[in-house]
């Protein structure tokens, strides 16, 4: 297994200190997140990630991206893109970007399942954005992935099964994300690995535990929530899923996206990579 970083865990670096920071610590890879963000007076994950490539422009930034990456001696385990099935002009610029970089694969976005309409419906829709997806891939020369993601259509391994079942696993594959199914989707990780077959094409590591504060709604019950947590700290055994991984013949990317916030960044992604090059130790 090769060990990356997706940047949306790491907001408070610009893209070229992330790239040499990663580098020095030994990590082989990073995973550029690419989206066109809110503005924020202060780095979050998910706005004024200064680690963030503009969708806007992207064209032109292919070079600055690629000349970070290389300068730092990382390879790419993919782009972490965030246009959805359905957004095609975006999805096509996110193929060709990755088949400019060499970047092999791009996450594109499934629907989520809290915007009212019927399920069914908009798995119907997305089959057939997904059939578009695998042939402008294939063309492209690249792989989109769908990623295993609470709140939208895939959350599980056997959701993602029904909606790309049949197209081609060169070009369409899953990522298995041990953190999200913490919070949705958990399935025994071997018969997921197995469901998937060619399909699992990437894995994402983060964890996440549920927590309350002892609230009650109005019938009684205790209400539940869940949050990120150091890989160590989570309800999920990342020793255990990856040994899973390794007895069933994966050897691709592990891609880190470490949404905790109990360390400083750059001792959170040292640690982190120590703790994984601990269990896969451990395992051999």
């Given at each position: ?7 949306a ?24 997140r ?5 503005a ?24 600055a991206?690629?000349a ?23 999805v096509?610029?996110m ?14 976005t ?64 899953v ?68 040994r ?41």
């Amino acid at each position: 297994m090769r060990f990356s970083v997706f940047t949306a865990s790491t907001p408070d670096w610009e893209p070229a200190e992330a790239a040499r920071t990663l580098a020095s610590q030994g990590w082989e890879g990073v995973e550029w997140r690419v989206v066109d963000q809110p503005a924020s007076d202060f780095p979050g994950f998910w706005a004024g990630n200064r680690s963030t490539w503009p969708l806007t422009g992207l064209e032109e930034s292919l070079p600055a991206i690629a000349a970070v990456t290389n300068d730092a001696g990382l390879a790419m385990s993919g782009i972490g893109g965030y246009a959805r099935a359905d957004q095609h002009e975006d999805v096509e610029r996110m193929l060709a970007a990755t088949a400019a970089l060499g970047a092999g694969q791009v996450r594109v976005t499934m629907p989520r399942t809290d915007t009212g309409a019927a399920y069914p419906a908009v798995q119907r829709r997305t089959r057939e954005d997904l059939e578009w997806v695998a042939s402008r891939a294939a063309e492209h020369g690249v792989k989109a992935l769908v990623e295993l993601h609470h709140e939208t259509i895939t959350p599980s391994a056997s959701a993602a099964m029904r909606l790309i079942d049949g197209l081609d696993p060169a070009h369409v594959g899953v990522i298995h994300d041990l953190g999200n199914l913490v919070i949705e989707g958990r399935e025994n990780h071997v018969a997921a690995f197995q469901l998937l077959g060619e399909y699992l094409a990437h894995v994402h590591v983060k964890n996440a535990r549920w927590v309350t504060d002892g609230s009650r709604r109005d019938d009684g019950s205790l209400i539940w929530t869940h949050e990120w947590a150091p890989l160590r700290d989570g309800q999920a055994h990342v020793g255990g899923y990856l040994r899973d991984l390794a007895d069933h013949g994966y050897d691709g990317w592990v891609t880190v996206e470490d949404f905790s916030t109990d360390l400083p960044l750059a001792e959170r992604t040292a640690d982190d990579l120590a703790f994984l090059r601990s269990l896969v130790s451990a395992h051999v």
